[in-house]
């Protein structure tokens, strides 16, 4: 589950240009080839792309008429928030907003594109009228494919996800749990914990 605002200073933008705006970063946020699309789906489903220009804003530099400039802020569960999830997803945003530039190599020489990650407190957050945990959002992203009875082949080397489907390096492995014999790799540690408490595992 993520917010993302996506603040907008410069030539005024019309509707379809928010739109568009909008739709490049939630794209690059949820395009994966190692991922099956029913993740990708579900995913979506829990993503928010808010595009605002706001009347005032004020900082240096030039004008944002010839330079426009963006603050982007990510809000999400407090255990995503951490540097290595900020390594991933700034190259992605800050990439998805330069493609829409005349120059879109612009906002990688130019600092007019901030991105900010900002985590949540665990219960801190809800949907379906209940506060939800950052495994329990897990689990409803990935709710799709765990019903679907898809099972994707993985390479030699690598092996799949049980939980969202994601094709993971046995040897970047990060997360493995081990059950009934059987070992397993996970692309996140929420993607493990479902898997434990699904299997009554610590």
């Not at 809000?75 to 530039?101: C, K, M, Q, R, Y």
Request: hydrophobic share 35%; proline share 8%; with cysteine.
């Amino acid at each position: 589950m993520m917010t993302i605002e996506v603040f907008v200073t410069g030539p005024t933008l019309t509707a379809e240009a928010e739109h568009d705006l909008g739709d490049r970063v939630l794209r690059a946020l949820t395009t994966e080839d190692a991922a099956p699309d029913t993740v990708m789906d579900g995913a979506r489903e829990f993503i928010h792309v808010l595009v605002s220009q706001p009347r005032t804003w004020v900082t240096g530099g030039p004008p944002p008429d010839a330079a426009p400039r963006y603050l982007v802020r990510l809000t999400v569960p407090g255990s995503w928030s951490n540097g290595e999830f900020a390594d991933h997803v700034v190259p992605l945003v800050t990439g998805a907003i330069a493609a829409a530039e005349p120059d879109p190599s612009r906002l990688h020489r130019e600092p007019h594109c901030v991105v900010q990650v900002v985590g949540l407190r665990e219960h801190c957050v809800g949907t379906l009228g209940r506060t939800t945990t950052s495994t329990e959002i897990t689990r409803l992203m990935t709710q799709g494919f765990r019903e679907s009875g898809e099972r994707p082949v993985a390479p030699e080397g690598s092996t799949i996800d049980p939980v969202c489907g994601m094709r993971v390096e046995w040897d970047a492995a990060k997360f493995t749990l081990t059950h009934d014999g059987v070992d397993h790799a996970f692309c996140a540690p929420s993607c493990r914990k479902v898997y434990a408490e699904d299997h009554g595992l610590t």
